[in-house]
Protein backbone atom coordinates (compact mmCIF):
# COMPACT_ATOMS: atom_id res chain seq x y z
CA UNK A 1 0.00 0.00 0.00
CA UNK A 2 1.58 3.44 -1.11
CA UNK A 3 2.22 6.13 1.37
CA UNK A 4 1.16 9.66 1.00
CA UNK A 5 2.30 12.41 3.11
CA UNK A 6 0.02 15.45 2.64
CA UNK A 7 1.52 18.92 3.54
CA UNK A 8 -0.68 22.08 4.52
CA UNK A 9 1.23 25.20 5.24
CA UNK A 10 0.57 28.41 6.08
CA UNK A 11 -2.96 29.59 6.91
CA UNK A 12 -4.73 26.65 5.85
CA UNK A 13 -5.51 25.96 9.70
CA UNK A 14 -7.61 29.50 9.29
CA UNK A 15 -9.98 27.40 6.40
CA UNK A 16 -13.54 28.49 7.67
CA UNK A 17 -12.51 31.67 8.71
CA UNK A 18 -10.51 32.89 6.03
CA UNK A 19 -11.72 34.51 3.27
CA UNK A 20 -14.72 32.59 2.92
CA UNK A 21 -15.97 33.80 -0.55
CA UNK A 22 -12.36 32.11 -1.73
CA UNK A 23 -11.76 29.47 0.49
CA UNK A 24 -15.47 27.94 1.33
CA UNK A 25 -16.84 27.80 4.35
CA UNK A 26 -15.36 24.49 5.65
CA UNK A 27 -13.17 23.82 8.68
CA UNK A 28 -9.92 22.67 8.57
CA UNK A 29 -10.93 19.58 10.27
CA UNK A 30 -13.12 19.10 7.04
CA UNK A 31 -10.30 18.64 4.70
CA UNK A 32 -8.72 16.73 7.28
CA UNK A 33 -11.77 13.87 7.11
CA UNK A 34 -11.98 14.40 3.53
CA UNK A 35 -8.71 13.57 2.88
CA UNK A 36 -8.58 10.57 4.88
CA UNK A 37 -11.94 9.25 3.71
CA UNK A 38 -10.63 9.96 -0.20
CA UNK A 39 -7.40 8.00 1.17
CA UNK A 40 -9.19 5.38 2.30
CA UNK A 41 -11.54 4.68 -0.38
CA UNK A 42 -8.47 5.17 -3.04
CA UNK A 43 -6.52 2.56 -1.30
CA UNK A 44 -3.79 4.82 0.14
CA UNK A 45 -2.46 5.21 3.91
CA UNK A 46 -1.93 9.13 4.34
CA UNK A 47 -0.45 11.57 6.93
CA UNK A 48 -1.70 14.56 7.18
CA UNK A 49 0.10 17.22 8.40
CA UNK A 50 -0.34 21.34 8.65
CA UNK A 51 2.26 23.89 10.01
CA UNK A 52 2.73 27.35 10.10
CA UNK A 53 6.64 27.43 9.86
CA UNK A 54 8.55 27.01 6.60
CA UNK A 55 11.39 25.37 8.55
CA UNK A 56 8.74 22.86 9.56
CA UNK A 57 7.76 22.23 6.36
CA UNK A 58 11.03 21.59 4.83
CA UNK A 59 11.81 19.37 8.23
CA UNK A 60 8.64 17.25 7.55
CA UNK A 61 9.95 17.03 3.81
CA UNK A 62 13.04 15.77 4.28
CA UNK A 63 11.53 13.21 6.94
CA UNK A 64 9.82 12.17 3.98
CA UNK A 65 12.61 10.67 2.34
CA UNK A 66 12.56 6.51 2.41
CA UNK A 67 9.73 6.64 4.34
CA UNK A 68 6.63 7.80 1.46
CA UNK A 69 5.82 7.32 -1.84
CA UNK A 70 4.16 10.59 -3.03
CA UNK A 71 4.00 14.39 -1.65
CA UNK A 72 1.25 16.16 -1.56
CA UNK A 73 1.85 19.75 -0.92
CA UNK A 74 -0.42 22.99 -1.09
CA UNK A 75 2.24 25.42 0.82
CA UNK A 76 -0.02 28.47 1.10
CA UNK A 77 1.80 31.67 0.21
CA UNK A 78 5.29 29.97 0.72
CA UNK A 79 4.50 28.85 -2.69
CA UNK A 80 5.53 32.36 -4.03
CA UNK A 81 8.34 32.69 -1.99
CA UNK A 82 10.28 29.67 -0.71
CA UNK A 83 13.04 28.29 -2.49
CA UNK A 84 14.03 26.20 0.71
CA UNK A 85 10.13 24.26 0.39
CA UNK A 86 11.70 23.65 -3.13
CA UNK A 87 15.06 23.31 -2.15
CA UNK A 88 13.72 20.34 -0.08
CA UNK A 89 11.57 18.91 -2.69
CA UNK A 90 14.13 18.52 -4.90
CA UNK A 91 16.60 16.87 -2.41
CA UNK A 92 14.67 14.10 -1.37
CA UNK A 93 12.72 13.27 -5.30
CA UNK A 94 9.64 11.71 -4.14
CA UNK A 95 6.77 12.26 -6.68
CA UNK A 96 4.87 15.42 -5.73
CA UNK A 97 1.91 16.54 -6.23
CA UNK A 98 1.10 21.01 -5.77
CA UNK A 99 -2.11 21.86 -4.60
CA UNK A 100 -4.18 24.89 -4.51
CA UNK A 101 -7.77 25.01 -3.49
CA UNK A 102 -8.22 29.02 -5.51
CA UNK A 103 -6.88 28.95 -9.41
CA UNK A 104 -4.09 30.97 -8.86
CA UNK A 105 -3.37 31.85 -11.99
CA UNK A 106 -6.86 33.95 -11.56
CA UNK A 107 -5.98 35.51 -8.49
CA UNK A 108 -3.01 38.22 -7.69
CA UNK A 109 -0.25 38.41 -10.27
CA UNK A 110 2.31 38.01 -7.78
CA UNK A 111 0.29 34.18 -7.07
CA UNK A 112 0.90 33.36 -10.90
CA UNK A 113 4.86 32.69 -9.83
CA UNK A 114 5.05 28.86 -8.29
CA UNK A 115 8.46 27.58 -7.13
CA UNK A 116 6.88 24.48 -6.05
CA UNK A 117 6.06 23.71 -9.72
CA UNK A 118 9.56 23.72 -10.59
CA UNK A 119 9.35 20.19 -8.08
CA UNK A 120 5.84 19.17 -8.79
CA UNK A 121 5.09 16.52 -11.34
CA UNK A 122 1.31 17.91 -11.26
CA UNK A 123 -0.25 21.19 -10.14
CA UNK A 124 -3.87 21.15 -9.43
CA UNK A 125 -5.83 24.51 -8.77
CA UNK A 126 -9.07 25.77 -8.22
CA UNK A 127 -10.95 22.61 -7.08
CA UNK A 128 -11.71 23.42 -3.89
CA UNK A 129 -10.73 20.09 -2.18
CA UNK A 130 -11.51 17.64 -4.81
CA UNK A 131 -7.83 18.89 -5.83
CA UNK A 132 -6.34 16.94 -2.94
CA UNK A 133 -7.96 13.89 -3.90
CA UNK A 134 -7.11 14.40 -7.90
CA UNK A 135 -3.44 14.26 -6.42
CA UNK A 136 -4.15 11.52 -4.42
CA UNK A 137 -5.51 9.50 -6.76
CA UNK A 138 -2.30 10.78 -9.11
CA UNK A 139 -0.31 9.61 -7.21
CA UNK A 140 -1.79 6.17 -6.34
CA UNK A 141 -1.11 5.56 -10.38
CA UNK A 142 2.17 6.65 -10.71
Keep these: MKKILVINGVNLNMLGIREPDKYGKKSYAELVKYIKSCAKEIGVKTTVIQSNR ?11 F ?58 ICGKGFEGYKEAIEYLSKN
Design 54 to 64: EGDIVTAIQRA
Design 66 to 123: GSYDGIVINAGAYTHTSIAILDALKSVDIPTVEVHLTDIMAREEFRHVSYLSLAAQKT
